[in-house]
């Protein structure tokens, strides 16, 4: 299968050393656009447009940074043209980390909330959450500095934590 | 490192990864600090929570062959093609083959104006090109009777070109290169010096269309066809002398 060649030798890995490469793009792609089919879309656009770029890049993390990179543009100008619908909340009688039958449709859920995130936070957060990059290239790929990065992260963790607990935050002062 | 910057960095560390530089700076001193101490606890069993969610966003089964059958249907050949082309390697042998195709081109169209005997024309169009214009007698003729004024001075066989036929004659000369005469004239057109010789004296075969050559800013024009041979140049361009040309009789 020709996609299945090309994304084998985009992410220059086997699947001995890193079967999740696919599924962690996968994931980054579908908290930044909060919808799967839009994320298999981002995806495909992305590896289409992948293999010559790839090809002058010699280091895994260049390759990882470069897709990564490549992803959060298409789903920024995705987003641009398709903003996200209001949230929808989160079914507080199933706490996050709930049975296995009931993770994958609060993970959707997740994906939601990160998308209505505001921009860098949004990006921030869901590149900080994949297993690719220290915190150090983190910034780079997002051309920031540390601090800014910190304060992006701190001001995203709680709009995520506010978006899917609003009960506690009301109950807050 | 202060309390405030530590806690501010504190959000970059994600529990079971390897601390870097100035957040690892940030977790020594949130060690010392109770309030630090919490938040980071905090921060850590939240991140943990949504690690483990994230996670199972897992891509559907045939990801992969849904992502092939969607490049084959947005066109993965020829975005494949392109981006190849864009490659330096590929530019630089595009470059080079362009390079070659040019100067191919090039020798072509040089070799298309160019006849046997070219060298000593431009020799002669060179001479010209130095002369002062003190060099010729003063005469009041026109080409059409130029012969015997030549004849007297050495020069045999003059014949008048058809298309400077009567154009006025306002000094003319006869000198030789290589030992051999030329008969040389001004003509009352364009500040033009026309002039002839035999072109076997030359080792010359005029061409069977007529030929433009440039040399040193000036323009000559060969005339095609015989054996004498009949060049007319001025100060100029290529495009002045076509236009000159257009604009003579026709014989």
Same mark, same amino acid.
């Given at each position: 299968m020709r996609g299945a060649c090309v994304w084998s030798r985009a992410l220059q890995t086997s699947p001995q050393t890193n079967p999740s490469g696919l599924a962690e793009l996968y994931r980054l792609a579908l908290l930044l656009t909060g919808h799967a089919k839009t994320a298999e879309q981002v995806l495909g656009e992305t590896l289409a447009a992948a293999e010559a770029h790839l090809d002058q890049v010699r280091t895994e993390t260049g390759r990882q940074a470069w897709l990564v990179q490549a992803i959060r543009e298409r789903c920024l100008k995705n987003n641009a043209s398709s903003p996200p619908a209001a949230p929808r909340l989160l079914r507080t009688d199933a706490p996050l980390g709930a049975a296995p039958a009931v993770l994958p449709i609060e993970a959707f859920l997740l994906a939601q909330r990160f998308h209505a995130l505001p921009e860098p936070e949004r990006s921030a957060l869901a590149i900080f959450y994949l297993? /690719? /990059?220290t915190i150090g290239q983190i910034a780079e790929l997002l051309k920031m500095d540390l601090e800014t990065l910190a304060d992006s992260l701190t001001t995203a963790r709680e709009l995520l934590r506010r978006a899917l607990h609003p009960a506690e935050d009301a109950t807050q002062p | 490192m202060t309390t405030t910057e530590a806690g501010l960095l504190l959000s970059c560390h994600r529990a079971g990864r390897e601390p870097e530089g100035r957040v690892q700076k940030a977790l020594r001193v949130a060690e010392g600090d109770a309030e630090l101490g919490r938040r980071l606890s905090t921060q850590a069993e939240f991140d943990a929570q949504i690690v483990a969610v994230i996670h199972c966003l897992a891509p559907p089964e045939n990801l992969r062959a849904k992502l092939g059958a969607l490049q084959e249907a947005t066109g993965g050949a020829p975005p494949k093609l392109r981006s190849h082309l864009a490659t330096p390697a590929i530019l630089a042998a595009l470059a080079g083959v362009l390079l070659f195709v040019g100067v191919i081109v090039f020798f072509i169209v040089e070799s298309m104006s160019d006849f046997r005997g070219r060298e000593s024309v431009e020799q002669m169009l060179v001479t010209t090109s130095r002369l002062?214009?003190?060099e010729f007698e003063t005469i009041k003729t026109t080409t059409a009777q130029l012969a015997d004024w030549l004849l007297l001075r050495g020069y045999e066989g003059y014949e008048a070109p058809p298309e400077l036929a009567g154009v006025p004659v306002i000094g003319a000369r006869v000198f030789t290169q290589d030992g051999k005469n030329i008969a040389q004239y001004l003509v009352d057109r364009h500040e033009s010096v026309a002039w002839e010789f035999r072109a076997s004296d030359f080792g010359v075969e005029a061409p069977t269309e007529g030929q433009i050559i440039e040399k040193n800013g000036w323009v000559a024009a060969v005339r095609p066809g015989g054996e004498q041979c009949s060049v007319i140049a001025f100060r100029g361009s290529k495009a002045e002398m076509r236009t000159f040309l257009a604009a003579l009789p026709k014989p």
């Open positions: 297993d /690719f /990059f | 002062s214009g003190g």
